[in-house]
DNA sequence: TAGATTGTTAATCGATTAACAATC
DNA sequence: TAGATTGTTAATCGATTAACAATC
């Protein structure tokens, strides 16, 4: 949909990623899910992994993993696999992605307040800044390391903070008009957990999670 | 990874699916995605819808979008589109997932509590049954429609309710173990909201959700 | 009719897989 | 050396896209 501006725009060499270009949707993808696997399996100590213990985990071929992992360099060690620790590095090298990102978080019901205290964000380099709420009940409470803001502070806190992400942990009524305000704030990526459509621009990227979704294909599988 | 048994298993008719034949991987998710937007679409009011809206909020394709679904029929009017209730229907039939699906969940922590009263999985025809903790201080409570459980009782439940599909919001490091009782109750799917690597033997599926690994492709194209 | 959108073709590109030499 | 696993090739399959006739 978009392209490189500038600089280097031919073709790209099959099987070799000139850097500096972006890459294939797929391989991004694909990329990400490789970095956490390994991530949590530097966690659990693993100093090593093979092509064939990431296929397993994230359900990619492991071919398909050498191929995407070897047009960037030659990571691994025959015989031996990966070095887990390494290869994150080389990974989030990739993908731009090696320094910390802020993100706010809207919504401090149960949903908020769970991401709030969870290190699913923090192991990937994200850092949750901020959190708003729209209950003056809840504002002012302190959830984990954050007190709760209210949703009018919100462009004050995102220009302070340089903030390109938000999370939206809201009711599926108040997800428009929040998403409203933070495009119109500056955001540019909008995660959002509940199950509205949403509308915005094309410059903003809107990510709705959808666990249904996710568990019908899976269920697909199983039901054939 | 597994094929169909028994009954044509022949090759396929390009751009033709013969019914009972098993869908590639990539339109069975595509097909789930359709079938979310439809619903939230269904539920705002909207009676027809075409394929460049669907597009708009899939990021999939128009022309993918229409090709997909021509597969199985002709669904859409042209100049007019595609009845929404009546896409709903058709999606449903081809993923086999027209009727209720009876899921437990475990953990009634925060986002045990956020998913047990939102309607994300019952619009898509999932049904939470029962609700399962370890502590002793939530076994009883009651949440939404439900009373947790203690899930010592998990086998007997699982056996009852027919359930093949079990929800995961529980500390990593409890999240194997559970794995391991859930499995061996006759659990099929596991949808894992912790970040454990779970180990599973092959005919078991398990979902790690990873929002952060949604981000971070994301952050990618934005910062590309 | 005029406008919109589907259904379908054809051409291209990327993903998938098996196989295997290279090498740790 | 023997075993394991990477890196790479080649062949196939599915996804993507533009284009456009059919038709509502």
Same mark, same amino acid.
């Given at each position: 949909? $978009?392209?490189?501006?500038?600089?280097?725009? *031919?073709?790209?060499?099959?099987?070799? *990623?000139?850097?500096?270009?972006?890459?294939?949707?797929?391989?991004?993808?694909?990329?990400? +899910?490789?970095?956490?696997?390994?991530?949590?399996?530097?966690?659990?100590?693993?100093?090593?992994?093979?092509?064939?213990?990431?296929?397993?985990?994230?359900?990619?071929? $492991?071919?398909?993993?050498?191929?995407?992992? $070897?047009?960037?360099?030659?990571?691994?060690?025959?015989?031996?696999?990966?070095?887990? *620790? $390494?290869?994150?590095?080389?990974? +989030?090298?990739?993908?731009?992605?090696?320094?910390?990102?802020?993100?706010?978080?809207?919504?401090?019901?149960?949903?908020?307040?769970?991401?709030?205290?969870?290190?699913?964000? =923090?192991?990937?380099?994200?850092?949750?800044?901020?959190?708003?709420?729209?209950?003056?009940?809840? /504002?002012? @409470?302190?959830?984990?390391?954050?007190? /709760? +803001?209210?949703?009018? @502070?919100?462009? *004050?806190?995102?220009? @302070? &903070?340089?903030?390109?992400? =938000?999370?939206?942990?809201?009711?599926?009524?108040?997800?428009?008009?929040? =998403?409203?305000?933070? /495009?119109?704030?500056?955001?540019?990526?909008?995660?959002?957990?509940?199950?509205?459509?949403?509308?915005?621009?094309? &410059?903003?990227?809107?990510?709705?999670?959808?666990? =249904?979704?996710?568990?019908?294909?899976?269920?697909?599988?199983?039901?054939?």
């Amino acid at each position: 949909m $978009s392209y490189t501006v500038g600089t280097d725009a *031919e073709t790209a060499q099959p099987g070799f *990623e000139k850097p500096g270009e972006k890459l294939a949707l797929g391989v991004a993808a694909r990329l990400s +899910r490789y970095l956490q696997v390994l991530i949590q399996a530097r966690k659990m100590g693993k100093e090593t992994i093979s092509s064939q213990e990431l296929a397993d985990y994230t359900h990619v071929n $492991s071919t398909q993993i050498r191929r995407d992992l $070897s047009g960037f360099g030659k990571f691994g060690k025959r015989g031996v696999g990966y070095n887990v *620790e $390494s290869l994150v590095n080389q990974i +989030r090298k990739i993908l731009h992605t090696s320094g910390q990102h802020n993100i706010a978080l809207f919504g401090a019901g149960h949903l908020g307040t769970a991401i709030a205290t969870s290190d699913i964000f =923090a192991d990937h380099g994200f850092r949750v800044v901020a959190m708003f709420d729209v209950d003056q009940g809840k /504002v002012g @409470e302190r959830i984990g390391p954050l007190q /709760v +803001r209210h949703n009018t @502070e919100l462009r *004050e806190v995102i220009d @302070e &903070e340089d903030i390109v992400v =938000a999370v939206l942990a809201v009711p599926s009524a108040a997800a428009q008009q929040l =998403a409203d305000e933070l /495009v119109d704030a500056g955001v540019k990526i909008i995660f959002n957990y509940s199950d509205a459509l949403l509308q915005v621009p094309p &410059e903003v990227t809107v990510h709705t999670s959808s666990p =249904a979704v996710d568990l019908l294909y899976a269920l697909y599988f199983y039901l054939t």
